[in-house]
């Protein structure tokens, strides 16, 4: 909806289609801590730290990725987050979490 009144600012027309970034990627800034949690994970062995699960099965359906529930948790704990189904809620509503 376009404002008539040029006493106002406009925001952008939800029409353009290039109003989003491209990727989920470019909404966190680059000192946003998710990114340190996303490269601290990354660099940890994860069978020498006693993931049990780290490798994958040949059969059934495929686990998750420990790294990736390991960098939920301490998304979790770093933002008050205990609940696993608020974390759930996060992925699916906050843009850092997914």
Avoid: W
Wanted: charged share 30%; proline share 6%.
């Amino acid at each position: 909806m376009d404002n008539q009144n040029d006493s106002y600012v406009d925001g952008l027309s939800r029409r353009q289609t290039f109003l989003l970034p491209k990727t989920i990627e470019e909404y966190a800034e680059p000192d946003n801590p998710v990114r340190f949690i996303d490269a601290y994970v990354n660099s940890l062995d994860m069978e020498k730290l006693g993931f049990t699960h780290s490798t994958p099965k040949d059969l059934g359906r495929p686990s998750y990725n420990p790294k990736d529930l390991c960098k939920l948790y301490l998304y979790g704990g770093l933002n008050h987050i205990r609940s696993s189904r608020k974390l759930e809620r996060e992925c699916k509503t906050n843009i850092e979490a997914m």
